[in-house]
């Protein structure tokens, strides 16, 4: 016997991670049920590099750097001498991720490639991909998307807008969807303030209408000649992440009995009297914003997350006045989609760890044996019932998803899409961001104590990082009761909200038609009936404090429904499994019948055909 040393006796051998968009198979699937082949053939190559880049060693070097040197502001606001000075400062990986982001058109493929309705698909399988590897780049970006939804949507009128205006908005889209990085923004969202989280009714910031009357007009940016919007606005906003983009979309008041309106705002503006450090005349400066101080945060640390006091900040209308509810919900509905999405990103790359930690983690077995985890039938299990959970919420995500294509202008509307979008865009966030930390958590534990260090010498197993980030997916773009309760207010609307119900009885209607095993989906079907008689006939006063539950039931309807589709649509023993074990835990059929085996579980865990020994038991 050898003592060991720091240097010398066993080490663990490293885990490998393989390109998820071959290795994930709930993705593969998904890709396949909602993406027509010729669709898929088309994207693979690009989505299999995608996910080989984000996974190279300069990727992780970044995010290490980014996670490490995180921003904040230079001289806590002040120069040498003492003169305010608001300045914010983001780390050299951070950038690099950013500039990456572009480059792979992350946000940019929805507006410059056409994939038809599947476009938002084509794009949301990349930003699962790049999520576990992006260090929150995808915040802002999904900001930056959610702008871009809203200018192309006022550019495409052929009236409303005058020709400063329109020359304004076409510059800013065209930066938001550039994939060069020296000319792409990103885009804030400033709505919370100190009186309320997703209550914007009271906001204290106030616009007012002030055209410039000098002879020559403030430029946000004298190379293109884009002037200062005419509107001047003060007030304080409380959460700004985002905090480095080159433009804002804000929610301010104009006059107290209009509501709130949206303004669109550079972040910087043209300064001629600013002095360099060598002389030089001219220069760039924040558009009337000053950082008062960043947020010190329990996850999404290298993102800037700041405070900012408003004061004259320029900025141009964007629609209406007092309609700047309307005008934001069509940025919510992009970025809500953007949350749930690398909610799954940070599952997916966590259970991709902790299958690759089982191949290789050997541990001990009966009569002295030892075995890699992946043969141990308690993980297996535990990994399996975790990856099926996985599926479900993926299904119910990515569903959402295939209905934004069909609500764009450019593609022939579906009758029932508009209904379906109004409840889900609420219902499945709030019950997928609430759902996936624990079984993140599962994952980081499934790693034993490695799994609970940081690993920044090894940043590729941090699932301790993806825990903490995903955590704020159930509170930022509404919290969980928030959106529960704004499902139900959805469903008893009194004009829309039968509409909302009937959307989703077709769903359910016609996805259990398609479904060859009657039992399950005679269970399926009780159980809706139940929950769309209480969702009809409960007073809307009485479902308040239920949202939750009701909520939460309605998706589990909906994810059993599509977990039963999609056996249906490519049958195999591991998915039926899937799909019985998954209806028996939200208890739409008895216990009763399929397989236990570990040969299943890991077959569920890996994929099929790829079960490391087929369920040997080492």
């Known amino acids: 016997m050898e003592p060991a040393s720091s240097n010398t006796g066993f080490f663990q051998q490293q885990p490998i991670i393989n390109n998820q968009f071959h290795d994930d198979a709930s993705l593969q699937r998904i890709a396949k049920l909602f993406l027509p082949r010729a669709v898929l053939d088309q994207i693979s190559p690009e989505a299999a590099k995608l996910g080989d880049d984000v996974l190279t060693a300069q990727v992780f070097d970044w995010v290490t750097d980014a996670e490490r040197n995180q921003p904040y ?9 003492g003169k305010p000075r608001s300045e914010l400062v983001v780390t050299e990986g951070w950038r690099k991720l950013q500039d990456l982001g572009f480059e792979k058109g992350i946000i940019a493929l929805n507006y410059d490639t056409d994939h038809g309705p599947y476009t938002r698909l084509v794009q949301f399988i990349r930003c699962h991909i790049w999520t576990g590897s992006c260090a929150n780049t995808l915040c802002p970006a999904a900001m930056q998307d959610g702008a871009a939804r809203l200018l192309q949507r006022h550019l495409s009128k052929t009236d409303g807008l005058s020709a400063a205006e329109r020359h304004v908005f076409q510059n800013a889209y065209d930066h938001l969807t550039s994939r060069d990085p020296a000319r792409a923004w990103t885009s804030g969202q400033w709505m919370t303030e100190r009186t309320g989280g997703s209550d ?3 906001t204290e910031t106030v616009a007012t209408y ?8 403030p430029l946000a940016d004298p190379h293109e000649k884009i002037p200062l919007g005419p509107w001047s606005i003060s007030g304080f906003k409380w959460f700004s992440s985002a905090t480095d983009s080159q433009t804002t979309i804000l929610l301010a008041k104009t006059d107290p009995s209009k509501g709130v309106s949206a303004f669109l705002a550079p972040m910087r503006r043209h300064n001629p009297s600013l002095v360099s450090a060598t002389g030089a005349r001219g220069g760039s400066e924040l558009n009337g914003v ?6 010190h945060k329990f996850g999404t640390q290298s993102l800037p997350t700041a405070e900012l ?6 900025g141009w209308l964007i629609g209406e006045e007092g309609k700047g509810i309307q005008e934001i919900s069509t940025i919510l509905t992009i970025t809500r989609v953007h949350t749930t999405v690398s909610t799954m990103g940070y599952l997916g790359r966590s259970l991709a760890i902790a299958r690759a930690f089982a191949l290789v983690r050997e541990v ?4 002295g044996r030892r075995a890699p985890l992946a043969a141990h039938p308690l993980h297996m299990r535990t990994l399996a019932t975790t990856t099926i959970d996985y599926h479900a919420l993926m299904l119910l995500t990515y569903f959402t998803i295939s209905l934004l294509g069909h609500s764009d202008p450019l593609h022939p509307p579906a009758t029932l899409t508009a209904p379906l979008l109004r409840i889900l865009s609420s219902l499945h966030k709030s019950l997928v961001c609430q759902h996936t930390p624990p079984l993140i958590y599962n994952c980081m534990a499934a790693l034993g104590g490695v799994g609970y260090l940081l690993n920044d010498e090894s940043p590729h197993l941090n699932v301790a990082r993806l825990f903490r980030d995903a955590c704020v997916g159930a509170i930022w773009e509404g919290t969980t009761d928030v959106l ?6 959805a469903a008893k609307h009194p004009r829309d909200g039968a509409e909302c119900v009937r959307a989703l009885a077709w769903v359910v209607e016609s996805g259990l038609a398609a479904v060859a095993e009657a039992r399950w989906a005679e269970g399926v079907a009780r159980e809706w009936a139940a929950v769309r008689a209480r969702l009809e006939n409960g007073p809307p006063g009485d479902l308040l404090p239920e949202a939750r539950g009701l909520v939460f039931r309605v998706g589990e309807v909906l994810m059993a429904v599509l977990f039963m589709v999609d056996a249906a649509a490519d049958p195999g023993a591991e998915v039926e499994e899937m799909c019985r074990r998954f209806l028996v835990a939200r208890g739409f059929v008895a216990e009763g019948g399929g397989r236990t085996d570990l040969a299943m579980d890991q077959a569920i865990v890996y994929g099929k055909g790829k079960a490391p020994g087929q369920g040997a038991r080492l």
């Open 73 to 81: 502001i230079r001289g806590s606001g002040r120069d040498a001498f």
């Open 200 to 202: 914007v009714s009271r």
């Open 210 to 217: 002030s055209p410039s009357s000098d002879s020559s007009t």
């Open 290 to 295: 000053t950082i008062q101080r960043l947020k």
């Open 309 to 314: 006091e408003l004061h004259g900040m320029r």
């Open 364 to 367: 001990g077995m009966t009569r």
């Open 484 to 489: 529960a309760a704004d499902a139900v207010r």
